[in-house]
């Protein structure tokens, strides 16, 4: 799967688990919508359950992701994601730092990284990142400990300066998502404006033909 990155980030939407914004949905429940609507992407992302509710999560969903062809990627929890099989990791900048992930994980699986400037961009290649997170774009609720928006500058700059994969994420939503694709963005993280919406696959579709058609 690592060598198709670029292949799955080009005019991609990259759908993020948040099982408290989806509607009384449980994450299966999601990603069975999410990979029937053709999302090509998936992380699981869930910062405050239990280590083995989170293993029998992330074990499920590779099961259903691998069928379907979907790249999984599991953030943080890089132990998680080397024992159920997921196609990548992703990590923060405070984080364990690449090149000990590459270690762990071997030279098979993707790791992408969180980037708040264009030195954090550039660096992330430097030291080997297969994708790099760019924002968050606007302010956003979905993430706790979210840094201040660093804006549409910030991504033109990655779109122009930066060789390896993107992926624009934070505060994205369907009235603002033109204005992410216009400033350079083939590839648009969503969180709650998909697993919060009353109908995931009708999101699903409208967005991806913006998406499409940009």
Not at 44 to 52: C, M
Request: charged share 30%; hydrophobic share 40%; proline share 2%.
């Amino acid at each position: 799967m690592r060598d198709k990155v670029k292949d799955f980030f080009n005019k991609e939407l990259y759908c993020i688990t948040s099982e408290e914004h989806s509607k009384g949905r449980n994450n299966i429940e999601v990603v069975k919508e999410l990979i029937d609507a053709g999302v090509k992407i998936i992380q699981y992302r869930e910062k405050d359950k239990k280590a083995l509710y989170k293993y029998k999560e992330c074990k499920e969903i590779r099961k259903l992701t691998k069928e379907a062809d979907v790249m999984f990627i599991v953030n943080d929890n890089i132990d998680i994601a080397i024992s159920v099989g997921a196609d990548g990791v992703h990590i923060g900048q405070e984080d364990m730092p690449i090149e000990k992930v590459r270690e762990l994980v071997g030279n098979d699986m993707i790791i992408g990284l969180s980037t708040h400037c264009i030195e954090e961009a550039h660096n992330a290649v430097l030291r080997g990142a297969d994708y790099i997170g760019v924002g968050p774009i606007f302010s956003t609720n979905t993430k706790k400990d979210a840094c201040a928006p660093v804006g549409l500058k910030y991504l033109n700059s990655v779109s122009q300066n930066i060789s390896i994969p993107f992926v624009a994420i934070g505060g994205i939503k369907k009235h603002n998502i033109i204005e992410v694709l216009s400033n350079g963005a083939s590839c648009v993280a969503m969180i709650s404006e998909i697993v919060g919406a009353n109908d995931i696959k009708e999101q699903v579709k409208n967005i991806k033909n913006i998406i499409t058609e940009s």
